[in-house]
């Protein structure tokens, strides 16, 4: 492993719309910066369903007013990821793919922290995590989970045409996913919690109209049933025991299951460097000042999905905010 001789102002690791509104902030305020990535630029849009619309706006979205031109009204996948590749282009920010920050260490307050990747050390001033949340998928811990047909991702429809398709879970993910199979051909379930499936409240995270609205026509059509569940007992090779919401217990046949309950974010490499973290629902995220989102680790920041901030408009957003507040604090200390 080589140890760089330069010495950063600030290391962003992450390359999802924060660490690139981070990175666009840094260069503009004249910073010593880099940003490392273990996988792709915007790796968490890389990896949504090929060719779908994305749910957010081109105003959440944009990493520059005006730049992102979808020929719809939202933007598909590839225009998006093709709007942070030209961005980063463009503006020609220092960004290292496939890369990944595996451990963080404080050195002397002075000398700020040590950062080891999969092909190098870095020495910087201040540190920005911008990692994203979906690190892991949350798991039922059911009998069969692990089989070859069951699924934490959703990529395409196109492998299950006329194919017995299960989904399992209460967001826009899991709901666009089944309508996206329902459309193409699968005969589609998708199990969802009562709770959910009646939430009509966009402000608690109901299922956004412009996903309803055609899944509801699905329904109508019978090309997708609506299976209103407590929870799945068992994944076999050929079907699925699921228990109703009413008690009774539903074998549905199957050749595939797409489990979209949700992810976690990675925070390993905060909580090797002291970041304390506190609960939030099922996953955990660290604690920071609300005003500058720096961790109880003097001069780690963190940004993006897996803090408070985690809508994409805000993660873009806090970073224009707190990286000149980290110029600012790294001239004062010069």
Not at 124 to 130: H, S
Not at 173 to 192: C, K, M, N, Q
Not at 230 to 238: C, P
Not at 284 to 311: C, I, K, S
Request: aromatic share 6%; net charge negative; with cysteine.
């Amino acid at each position: 492993m080589r140890t760089s001789e330069e010495q950063l102002d600030l290391l962003i690791i992450g390359a999802g719309p924060a660490g690139l509104s981070a990175a666009d902030a840094a260069a503009r305020e004249g910073l010593n910066y880099l940003v490392v990535e273990k996988g792709l630029i915007a790796d968490t849009i890389y990896h949504y369903p090929i060719g779908r619309t994305v749910f957010s706006t081109v105003n959440e979205l944009e990493l520059r007013e005006g730049a992102l031109k979808p020929c719809r009204e939202k933007p598909t996948r590839e225009e998006l990821l093709s709007h942070y590749v030209q961005f980063v282009l463009q503006e020609n920010l220092r960004i290292n793919t496939e890369e990944e920050a595996t451990r963080i260490e404080r050195c002397q307050p002075e000398h700020g922290f040590l950062v080891q990747t999969t092909r190098a050390e870095y020495r910087a001033a201040r540190v920005l995590v911008a990692v994203g949340g979906m690190a892991y998928p949350y798991r039922l811990n059911v009998l069969g989970e692990d089989l070859a047909k069951v699924h934490h991702q959703f990529t395409e429809p196109h492998p299950y045409v006329r194919k017995d398709a299960l989904v399992v879970g209460g967001g826009n993910s899991a709901a666009e996913a089944a309508l996206f199979l329902a459309e193409e051909g699968a005969r589609t379930t998708l199990a969802i919690w009562r709770l959910d499936w009646d939430n009509r409240d966009p402000k608690k995270n109901a299922i956004k109209q412009w996903v309803r609205t055609p899944l509801e026509e699905q329904i109508g059509l019978d090309r997708l049933q609506i299976v209103l569940f407590t929870n799945v007992e068992e994944i076999s090779e050929r079907e699925v025991k699921i228990r109703k919401d009413d008690g009774g217990l539903l074998r549905l046949p199957n050749d595939v299951v797409f489990l979209l309950i949700g992810h976690r974010p990675n925070l390993s490499l905060l909580h090797q460097v002291g970041v304390e973290t506190i609960k939030e629902g099922l996953s955990e995220v660290p604690v920071y000042d609300p005003e500058t989102f720096e961790t109880n680790v003097p001069g780690l920041y963190v940004a993006g999905h897996f803090t408070h901030a985690r809508h994409i408009k805000p993660a873009i957003d806090v970073p224009r905010r707190i990286v000149p507040l980290i110029a600012q604090d790294l001239r004062a200390a010069v």
